[in-house]
């Protein structure tokens, strides 16, 4: 009996470490995605403005 509890354990186990890394798995997709969809509504990095304008004096 005891180890058939220990067994049921583990597998408790393994499917909460599976489910937390498919977790991981859909957020890193999400990101990826938000990501190359931002990059086409214009969401850009500000490029560097130096050298543009001349310093008053």
């Keep these: 009996?005891?180890?058939y509890?220990?067994?049921r354990?583990?597998?408790a186990e393994l499917i909460r470490e599976a489910d937390?890394?498919?977790l991981v798995r859909q957020v890193r997709e999400a990101r990826k995605e938000a990501a190359r969809n931002?990059?086409?509504e214009?969401?850009?990095?500000v490029?560097?403005?130096r050298g543009r304008f001349?310093?008053?004096a």
């Design 38 to 40: 931002a990059g086409n």
């Design 1 to 3: 009996m005891f180890e």
């Design 9 to 11: 354990m583990r597998a």
């Design 47 to 49: 490029g560097s403005h």
């Design 20 to 22: 937390g890394r498919r």
């Design 54 to 56: 001349v310093s008053a």
């Design 42 to 45: 214009g969401e850009r990095r």
């Design 5 to 7: 509890e220990m067994q």
